[in-house]
């Protein structure tokens, strides 16, 4: 019996299970960390980003179910992909994570595909949080690597 | 077992509660513990009939208010064994307690290169106020380390404690339930000529707390893991070492006389409490200490004892190797908090799936986070019982984690 | 009057209480007020169905639990017209938020020789706590006097402003309830370059609050001057204020991470959170606020003002000079509290012939030394009114008074 | 209407009315003074002690009526007693006004007289700080007058 089948989707187990890009990129590829202190969960995403474009990206970290899926499907997201896309398909996401309204500031034709998969978490909140970090960490990666 | 459990779990509202038409099954007691009718009676009842501002007025309804709070500081005093009631001050928490230790004991005492030691095991409410006195005074801190079952390693505690002005350490781990022999560490501590500030929180709840048998210096615990409620905590400390600290707070009601260039102390344990205090919360804290009293903390930590002995039996027969029960085994030197690992799947995530069968576990760093780090862990899950946990929130324990094995 | 006041008290169990047989006039709520149901009940009632620790722990029970708490703030957030719930801290008092000014503000940012203004009209918790600061820091500290008739004297505000850091005061005496004009101290605050820090725990219950609209750098409020429970306080500052400001209390909640060298903190309003919270009398408190907005702040206001002018004219229409009401007599300048002396009788016999006749009004200093300095006496008798005073508790304290002269 | 009479005997407001020894005296007489925080009554006791006697005694200070004919019958039952008499009468007193069980160190013997009349202050407690603070400050005085 259970009714978690929203929460854990197959296509969230399988990224679980067998994360995508998981690992280190040598410098000069930027290093982020970001965690959650309030479950300790902790992430590293390293980007090798050039001309715009997100060339390669991985992640290291320990977390939940929900944590590593959504940092591995972010991962196979972005990679390749230019800038601009890379943070209108983070800012769709967070709109996904949001019980709130939303304000219309991101592309609703941006396709999440398997990522829609998450949305599924907005109905645990506490788990929005596990869900984010990844991407959380991702924007703020952004930032350092055009710095 | 001699508590009639079922009997007691009716006298808390909350155990009736259920979920989703099913009953609930709470294991984080040793997070906060519900309250029983008695507790909630009283204060909405003081509420009703009884409530004044206490202290400083003098009316009839406010002396009737003031002796009723001062009632509860007496009944808190005789359950920990103080001297007098004028020992017991009242704070918010265990927190506020802890930090009056350091700011107002440890800034009066303690210069450049004074050490504290602290162990592995403390709560961050243990650990961070010192962090941040040693800051602002250049402390050192020094760290009782742990054996490989997460007990305190005492072997070399008399040479850790060389020349170090406070030892504070927990009585009862709140992540491994760990039982300290406290008694053995206020006399190292004194050894040393170190003062002993004993973290009560969880022992105090659940066993017989006696500050004079232990000799120790200081003990901060709070209502809200005791039956009783949230906003207040206690701060126990002999008169002479209270007599010797300068006030924490200031404001009204700790003050003897206030003049436009300085002030004076009101006698204790009025010093400690500025502001207007929790009334009907230390009056609520005291019909839980009648409560718990009632039962007898003896009787209390035998059915914990047992039910922590059963929960293991079960788990193990259940689970066994894919279960991982961290710290002590023996139940008679623990409490009937443990943090378990189960399957490599990660806590949040098996709190998760527990939490769909309403049984309710904590999964986190349970604030100890130089305890996970040991552990190795970022996160456990933490089942914690009280004298309303009965074999069912066990057995119903047992079952969920069934489920978490079918997903993950 | 456009509010009922007998359905509202009704709401009130406290005002129904009898003694001896009869009614009781309840006129010390200056000092702390009377709960009305829906607080006592939303309190018991969310204990008996709805208990749970916050912040902390996953579970459905926990999360719902937080959810309400922080409902709770968002509340305060609105009453008070912050821009953000983040800006709403809680603390156990109105006391514990002024040393949280004082001790962490404060510490960072005031040295040797720096000047905190206060007035002569403050109450011992926004005293004492810059005094101790003063002793630590060797600070000055400034008092704005007050004119013949217990108003602060402007005059020269600007020139006793000169240079200072902080201007702390009252938004409504205690003792007197004169009414400051807070916006315009703030601004006076600011042109000198220093920090306000209003005191609001008078004017709070009584009046609208609009801290965006007083341009106020922190404010400080009680719970249980307002129809809320005990046990908990409001700390507001800005949030970049908040950012910039040093943890106070250290422990559980308030971390983002603990290491054993050092620790981190979490976020906004976190950050000052240290330890279990009041849940339960923050969500009281949330009703307590609901209950108000209900009622509407300014009609409350309206009431208080036509009893004060009710009461002036029925104390001076019977004892003329021998009554002297001190402070301003326009009502509209001043709060619903008044501090009198009546024949030269000492205000403790006073107020233990109007105990006999079960009209309860404060005598003492009112944690105001400095103030009853200014005013020549050891202590006055207080009469303080709320929403739910009316004229019959008036007229009572104006018959009981002519047993005070027919005994001495 | 009261049923104040308990508590406002005849003689305690004749003493109110008409303090006893009040006043100062020049050194080589002690000053003590004594103050109740919870009111703000203040009470200052000069005492010429010389030969184991209480020469004068005067006293001065601002209360209520409890606190200042407290002191005032106190300075009356005090002049001219050996120091033996007055620490004996001032123990006898403090009994009187305790709620608590008597431990018998004080002679039952000792004749109090008018001062009697304070014993129904103990019906209202926290008037006893006020019936205490004349005698409280007087004991503290014989302490310095005798050093
Ligand atoms: C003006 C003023 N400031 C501060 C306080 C202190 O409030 P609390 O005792 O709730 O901390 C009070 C009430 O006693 C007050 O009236
Ligand atoms: C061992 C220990 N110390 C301190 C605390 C802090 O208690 P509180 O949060 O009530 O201040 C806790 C509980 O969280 C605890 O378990």
Sequence with gaps: MSNLEDLYREVILDHYRTPRNKGELPPPATCTEGSNPLCGDEIKIFLDVSDGVVNDVRFTGHGCSISQASASMMTAAVKGKSLDDVRAIARRFKQLMTIEEHDGSAPADVKLGDIEALQGVVKYPVRIKCAVLGWNTLLEGLATAQA | ?408
Tied chains: 1, 4.
């Design chain 2, 1 to 408: 077992m001699s508590l009639d459990i079922a009997a007691l779990r009716k006298e808390f509202p909350m155990l009736q509660r259920q979920v989703g038409g099913k009953p609930i099954h709470y294991l984080d007691s040793a997070n906060s513990s519900h309250k029983p009718n008695c507790v909630i009676d009283t204060m909405s009842q003081f509420m009703r009939e009884g409530y004044a501002p206490i202290g400083r007025s003098s009316y009839t309804l406010a002396s009737e208010a003031s002796t009723t709070y001062e009632a509860a500081r007496a009944k808190v005093a005789h359950f920990i064994n103080a001297r007098s009631p004028r020992e017991v001050v009242f704070t918010k928490n265990a927190t506020e307690s802890l930090n009056l230790a350091a700011q107002s004991w440890g800034r009066a005492n303690l210069g450049k290169g004074d050490v504290v030691v602290l162990t592995h095991m403390e709560h961050h409410a243990n650990i961070v106020p010192w962090q941040m006195l040693a800051a602002e005074k250049s402390l050192e801190i020094r760290w009782v380390p742990l054996t490989a079952d997460f007990q305190l390693d005492l072997t070399s505690l008399d040479s850790i404690l060389r020349g170090a002005k406070v030892f504070a350490f927990t009585s009862m781990s709140n992540v491994l339930g760990t039982i300290n022999p406290v008694r053995e560490l206020c006399d190292a501590a004194h050894r040393a000529g170190a003062i002993a500030v004993v973290d009560g929180c969880q022992s105090v709840p659940h066993m017989t707390t006696d500050v004079q048998a232990w000799g120790a210096d200081m003990l901060a615990f709070s209502s809200h893991k005791m039956c009783g409620p949230t906003g207040v905590g206690v701060f126990w400390a002999p008169e002479a070492m209270l007599d010797s600290m300068p006030p924490f707070l200031g404001g009204g009601g700790m003050i003897s006389d206030v003049r436009l260039d300085s002030f004076t102390c009101a006698e204790l344990p009025a010093k400690f409490e500025a502001g207007t205090p929790p009334i009907v919360e230390v009056i609520g804290l005291g019909a839980a200490v009648d409560f718990l009293s009632g039962i007898g903390m003896s009787e209390v930590r035998r059915h914990e004892i047992e039910l922590t002995n059963y929960a293991y039996r079960a788990l193990k027969d259940r689970y066994g190797d894919d279960i991982t029960i961290h710290g002590a085994t023996n139940p008679e030197l623990r409490g009937a908090t443990f943090s378990f690992a189960f399957r490599g799947v990660h806590p949040h995530d098996v709190s998760q799936v527990l939490d769909q069968h309403n049984v309710y576990v904590r999964a986190g760093h349970h604030c100890a986070k130089p305890l996970m780090r040991l552990i190795g862990a970022n996160a456990t899950a933490r089942a914690s019982m009280y004298l309303y946990s009965d074999e069912n929130d066990v057995d119903a324990l047992v079952d969920a984690l069934d489920d978490v094995s079918s997903i993950f």
